[in-house]
């Protein structure tokens, strides 16, 4: 099992500083969430993991090698996936073919076999439909299988991100808010799925706002305020933090 670790992680935007000094790690088989208020640098972490921005300090590691400076595409391939805090579906194509995207990473095509339409590309495109719908059965989205992405709820489409996500065979996900504009009864399914991608081996990291997702799923926070981490530790230690209570969740 793959650990990330991110060590002493600073990033300047001109002259905002958006991170300074970020450690923390993500262990095998855990659920680590990443807390804050708007603006305190959770989203600009997942973007430095995934290769979308570039540090002016600290390292990051992902089962003991340097992902600094790799593209989003080279860190996809060593596992890392991610889903958005707003929703990038390809809004005109169906469910499966959304998730069939993921699997780029994964695939063995040649062009020369895709012009000819060789046994082997057959045999890799029926491989990747496969692995699309068991990532689709996963999410509990089979039968919206040839449904176009534009016409799903809400909540289905969140679903079907963290499905695309899932078909790149990761060993870690990274979550932006996943419960975003879910109903209490969607919210209490995402926890279960959530527990049900740990248990596949999968480590997530997660940013969100609903406390009682944060709370009832997690082994660990991450709390961020202005891009310093204020706090890091179990739900227990996290609720009782004078740090945390005055920067984000306020007294009862």
Excluded at 186 to 206: C, D, Q
């Amino acid at each position: 099992m793959a650990e990330l670790v991110l060590s002493d992680i600073s990033v300047r935007f001109g002259g905002l500083q958006a991170l300074t000094e970020v450690s923390f790690e993500v262990r095998p088989g855990q659920v680590v969430g990443l807390i804050g208020p708007n603006g305190a640098g959770k989203t600009t972490v997942f973007n430095v993991i995934t290769g979308v921005y570039a540090t002016c300090a600290g390292a990051a590691t992902y089962d003991g090698t340097s992902i600094l400076g790799l593209r989003p595409h080279q860190i996809l391939a060593r596992g890392i996936a991610r889903t958005f805090q707003n929703i990038r579906l390809f809004q005109n194509m169906t469910a499966l073919e959304n998730v069939m995207v993921a699997q780029h990473c994964r695939s063995k095509a040649k062009v020369l076999g895709a012009i000819l339409r060789s046994p082997s590309q057959r045999r890799e495109e029926a491989r990747i439909r496969d692995k699309a719908m068991e990532s689709l059965e996963f999410m509990g989205l089979a039968p919206k299988a040839h449904e176009v992405a534009s016409n799903l709820a809400y909540g289905l489409q969140r679903r079907l991100e963290i499905a695309r996500a899932l078909a790149s065979e990761p060993k870690t996900i990274l979550l932006d808010e996943p419960a975003a504009g879910l109903n209490p009864a969607e919210s209490k399914e995402l926890m279960e799925t959530i527990g049900r991608i740990a248990g596949l081996g999968v480590n997530v990291l997660m940013v969100e706002h609903d406390m009682k997702v944060v709370m009832g799923i997690c082994d660990s926070i991450v709390v961020l305020d202005h891009g310093v981490l204020i706090a890091k530790g179990t739900p227990a230690e996290i609720r009782s933090d004078p740090a945390v209570i005055e920067a984000y969740l306020g007294h009862a």
